[in-house]
């Protein structure tokens, strides 16, 4: 039997973790965190407020695409939470063994923005999200993937993520 992975995708604040989880949850499917795939020295950059390069980011993708293909290689369908900004991230992701589908968490830079201003304890800096709309790419029409607007509730997203995807 073929596995599925969510990769929950967006800038930072859009949702991905809160969205993630409650897919994960109503779906039974093991969750990762991609933010704690990180390298120690990536925290360390976006921490001091410095953008990640594509080169810093690339052990990260393998990391969470390596992580992908170890539950399908177990039979399991999985969700991760991945930024998975740029076309050329999400082809990387695509390598796992699992089918990857792309959840983009689509939001305005002021609604996010708003969000990113009452979060706390989260490594990334709000002065971040500009250098991460800049690299956004959306989801190309032949990407196998959906985007949803994330003013709706979590719960909500997740219902629309689980019809479209028919899962």
């Not at 990640?52 to 695409?65: I, N, Q, S, Y």
């Amino acid at each position: 039997m073929a596995t599925t992975c969510l990769v929950v995708m967006g800038v930072s604040g859009s949702g991905k973790t809160t969205v993630a989880h409650e897919l994960a949850r109503r779906l039974g499917w093991p969750f990762a965190e991609g933010d704690e795939l990180h390298t120690e020295a990536n925290i360390a950059k976006m921490s001091a407020g410095v953008p990640l390069t594509d080169a810093d980011r690339e052990p990260w993708l393998r990391r969470v695409r390596d992580w992908i293909s170890a539950e399908d290689a177990a039979g399991r369908s999985t969700v991760v939470t991945c930024s998975a900004l740029k076309r050329s991230y999400r082809d990387l992701l695509r390598e796992a063994g699992a089918r990857v589908r792309f959840v983009h968490l689509d939001g305005t830079r002021e609604l996010i923005a708003a969000r990113l201003a009452h979060r706390s304890g989260h490594f990334m800096p709000p002065a971040l999200l500009d250098s991460q709309f800049a690299a956004l790419e959306p989801l190309g029409e032949d990407e196998d993937g959906i985007a949803v607007d994330v003013s709706d509730t979590p719960e909500d997203i997740a219902t629309e993520v689980i019809a479209a995807f028919d899962l």
